[in-house]
T-cell receptor, first 116, second 114 residues
């Protein structure tokens, strides 16, 4: 079975400082991993995805994530936070196996607060 | 704008009632996925349709059902509503029959059961 754990429910940073949102996954298979962002009263938007190609994945808006199999982690980073980055971030793993072809499993989410 | 549309945006109804949520996928996408987002359960996958056929099922209650029509739009029917069904319901679409690929999410329908 697949699962994902976001290690922080809330992260607060100052504008211009680095962002680190932590995610650990569990998967019996080689996983596909995603980070989605949800701004208030909006739908979810894909930031980036890992699908067994390069382990360092670059996404939109300056975000990137590194897949580390030995640590079963897929942490999201950004060198310099912007006020517009304040949102809810979800780490997501794709379920595999019979009958699970469409299933995404979401972490509980991390709320990123950016202070001026 | 993801290209996925959902109607209505908000829905307020009473316990015991039945509602229908509608989703139109991005042009050309054959897969439609439904998700429920609530404070206590987080974001959960409900069900997937691909080109009119059910492909995957998640934590969908028996009181809930869905279908995908020949024009590829989908409807999620929720019946015998309970207070606990209050949530944000998202639809997503994809051009593939697999969760390995990006899904595009609509803005959601906020359901309030009173």
């Amino acid at each position: 079975a697949q699962s994902v754990t976001q290690l922080d429910s809330h992260v607060s940073v100052s504008e211009g400082t680095p962002v680190l949102l932590r995610c650990n996954y569990s998967s019996s298979y080689s996983p596909s991993l995603f980070w989605y962002v949800q701004h208030p009263n909006k739908g979810l938007q894909l930031l980036l995805k890992y699908t067994s190609a390069a382990t360092l994945v670059k996404g939109i808006n300056g975000f990137e994530a590194e897949f580390k199999k030995s640590e079963t982690s897929f942490h999201l980073t950004k060198p310099s936070a912007h006020m517009s980055d304040a949102a809810e971030y979800f780490c997501v793993v794709s379920a595999r196996g019979s009958g699970n072809t469409g299933k995404l499993i979401f972490g509980q989410g991390t709320t990123l607060q950016v202070k001026p | 704008d993801s290209g996925v549309t959902q109607t209505p945006k908000h829905l307020i109804t009473a316990t015991g009632q039945r509602v229908t949520l509608r989703c139109s996928p991005r042009s050309g996408d054959l897969s439609v996925y439904w998700y429920q987002q609530s404070l206590d359960q987080g974001l959960q996958f409900l069900i997937q349709y691909y080109n009119g056929e059910e492909r995957a099922k998640g934590n969908i209650l028996e009181r809930f059902s869905a279908q995908q029509f020949p024009d590829l739009h989908s409807e999620l029917n929720l019946s015998s509503l309970e207070l606990g069904d209050s949530a944000l319901y998202f639809c997503a679409s994809s051009d593939r029959d697999s969760s390995l690929y990006e899904q595009y999410f609509g803005p959601g329908t906020r359901l309030t059961v009173t």
